[in-house]
Nanobody, 125 residues
Framework: QVQLVESGGGLVQPGGSLRLSCAAS????????MGWYRQAPGKQRELVAT???????NYADSVKGRFTISRENAKNTVYLQMNSLKPEDTAVYYC???????????????????WGQGTQVTVSS
């Protein structure tokens, strides 16, 4: 079955950097889009960055100039390079994907909204 697995989270001091990775496993025929979202305690989940099949990117205003989303299609992997981290960036970061995959019936299926389990990012001195 197709899954998204995030990695790279951890504890970092303000001003530091982290790079998150999200790898999609399983039989994947096409990646329409992948992205990163985050959720802090007591807050709604919010979009951080997305990248579409043509390479177009979109960022939340709060992270523009600090975060960069990129991909390696051959590895079915998307990255989020996070620089100049601030305490307000502290959250669980979730990978999201829109994929064409092989379902249990061995047929192609569009997974419009597939989520990973999240990786914790904590920015604190």
């Amino acid at each position: 079955q197709v899954q998204l697995v995030e990695s790279g989270g951890g504890l970092v001091q303000p001003g530091g950097s982290l790079r998150l990775s999200c790898a999609a496993s399983g039989t994947i025929f096409r990646i329409y889009a992948m992205g990163w979202y985050r959720q802090a305690p007591g807050k709604q989940r919010e979009l951080v960055a997305t990248i579409t099949s043509d390479g177009s990117t979109n960022y939340a205003d709060s992270v523009k100039g600090r975060f960069t989303i990129s991909r390696e299609n051959a590895k079915n992997t998307v990255y989020l390079q996070m620089n100049s981290l601030k305490p307000e960036d502290t959250a669980v970061y979730y990978c999201n994907a829109d994929l064409l995959v092989l379902d249990p019936s061995y047929e192609r299926k569009r997974e419009h909204d597939l989520w990973g389990q999240g990786t914790q990012v904590t920015v604190s001195s």
